[in-house]
């Protein structure tokens, strides 16, 4: 079955704000709420950011049926071994409603400015499997002992347990087109995340999963059971003339990225027109659409999109 969230605002914004914005999602019948893990606003550093975790184990109190996940999770931002325990002790907390995002991290200024190490590509990849092969030794087993090139661990215990077995599923993120994190997601990751930075066509979506099937076939594993997730900016509105005053409000972000700049393509149309559009997205494989609404602390949008699209796909 299609499910559908939003990824949550956490950009200048009090949590009362979020905590209302949460609470529609799972009013209007949303399966899922995901908060992304970044530290500042890009381009704009002074502007308030609520941390990810912290504002998801809030969130966990007072929702019942919603997921909470991350979305995702830099791993260099914290030691595994304690990623692991926050993951499990969440778990418990929600009652089984955890989404566990993680990626290798990307944006570069903010861990130079918090003082995080900022390796290569290619160690951060690295770093990302060990720390997903020792999480789940501490998840499974009674007693974990873990000996890597990144990371150790000794004898630790880690009770409680996750509620969900053997562990929430773990969601993997990356940019369109980075196929060096395939391996990766082939051998460790229950779902995969792709970016709303870059929304490709139906037909490059399933070129990208046909890709990746071949590093699931690599690994014995069957892409098929793969959760398939599109993050997606969105504009939807209850007629024509609405929709042309939303987009001349809210007109497209540009994005600048690792030498690459681009506008961000949009789901826009009114709730006929994003059904139609979405249902091309389910027929190439997404099983889950990560929504951006630019107005969403209005709560008209949740509204709007709860009550005449998220209908058609149950």
């Not at 566990?100 to 690295?126: C, N, Q, S």
């Not at 700049?261 to 027929?283: A, H, M, N």
Request: net charge neutral; charged share 25%; with cysteine.
């Amino acid at each position: 079955m299609v499910q559908f969230g939003i990824e949550m605002p956490v950009r200048a914004v009090d949590y009362n704000t979020v905590k209302a914005v949460t609470l529609e999602l799972e009013k209007q019948g949303f399966d899922f709420a995901w908060f992304n893990d970044h530290m500042v606003t890009f381009g704009s550093p002074q502007t308030s950011y609520l941390e990810c975790w912290t504002t998801m184990s809030a969130l966990a109190a007072v929702t019942t049926k919603l997921r909470l996940g991350s979305y995702v999770l830099s791993n260099p931002f914290r030691y595994p071994s304690l990623t692991a325990k926050m993951v499990a002790t969440l778990d418990v907390i929600s009652q089984g409603r955890l989404d566990f995002g993680i990626g290798a991290g990307w944006f570069g200024p903010e861990f130079t400015t918090y003082g995080f190490d900022f390796p290569k590509p290619l160690v951060r990849i690295e770093q990302l499997e060990e720390s997903l092969t020792l999480m789940k030794k501490l998840w499974t087993e009674e007693k974990a002992t873990f000996q890597g090139k990144y990371y150790r661990i000794q004898e630790a215990y880690c009770v409680p347990k996750p509620v969900q077995k053997p562990y929430p599923p773990v969601w993997i993120g990356t940019l369109i087109g980075r196929k060096r994190m395939f391996k990766t997601i082939a051998e460790h990751a229950d779902g995969w995340t792709l970016s709303s930075l870059y929304l490709p066509k139906p037909e490059d979506y399933k070129h990208e999963i046909e890709e990746l099937g071949t590093y699931f076939r690599k690994s014995g594993r069957s892409i098929e059971k793969l959760m398939k997730a599109q993050g997606i900016g969105c504009i939807v509105a209850r007629n024509g003339q609405e929709l042309k005053e939303k987009l001349k409000k809210f007109p497209p972000l540009k994005l600048s990225f690792e030498n690459y700049v681009t506008t961000q393509p949009r789901l826009e149309g009114t709730p006929d027109q994003c059904i139609k559009t979405i249902k091309e997205y389910v027929d190439v494989g997404v099983t889950h659409f990560i929504l951006t609404f630019p107005d969403d602390i209005t709560l008209e949008p949740i509204r709007l999109f709860g009550e005449q699209v998220i209908p058609a796909f149950k």
